[in-house]
């Protein structure tokens, strides 16, 4: 399968901007929409943003919409997160995702394969 690591995580102050990346080894990338997940101390797990195999069309999370944009380049194996005018509700441990398919959704439609991880912290 996929391997997946997260960077870019880190400290930022409310309104500012941070860019986290996901690189991918193995030979099945292109096949698959990826999608960004966070998880919060004492909250569930969330969808944050999906991107379709082709980067053709994206979805996110009504919480994010006009403030984080979700990319990928299939040539570097590599999909992205730009987050910008962050807000301290905005901290989180974010995930990088395999979907199960191609398309993925508004919800992630997720597989088991998950990155280890980034923080990101948003000081006010």
């Known amino acids: 399968q996929v391997q997946l690591v997260e960077s870019g995580g880190g400290l930022v102050q409310a309104g500012g901007s941070l860019r986290l990346s996901c690189a991918a080894s193995?030979?099945?990338?292109?096949?698959?929409?990826m999608n960004w997940f966070r998880q919060a101390p004492g909250k569930e797990r969330e969808f944050v943003a999906g991107?379709?195999?082709?980067?053709?069309?994206?979805y996110y999370a009504d919480s994010v919409k006009g403030r984080f944009t979700i990319s990928r380049d299939n040539a570097k194996n590599t999909m992205s997160l730009q987050m910008n005018s962050l807000k301290p509700e905005d901290t989180a441990v974010y995930y990088c995702?395999?979907?199960?398919?191609?398309?993925?959704?508004?919800?992630?439609?997720?597989?088991?394969?998950w990155g280890q991880g980034t923080q990101v912290t948003v000081s006010s």
């Open positions: 995702n395999q979907a199960r398919d191609s398309y993925g959704g508004s919800s992630g439609a997720p597989s088991d394969n």
């Open positions: 991107i379709t195999w082709n980067g053709r069309r994206t």
């Open positions: 193995g030979c099945t990338f292109s096949n698959y929409a």
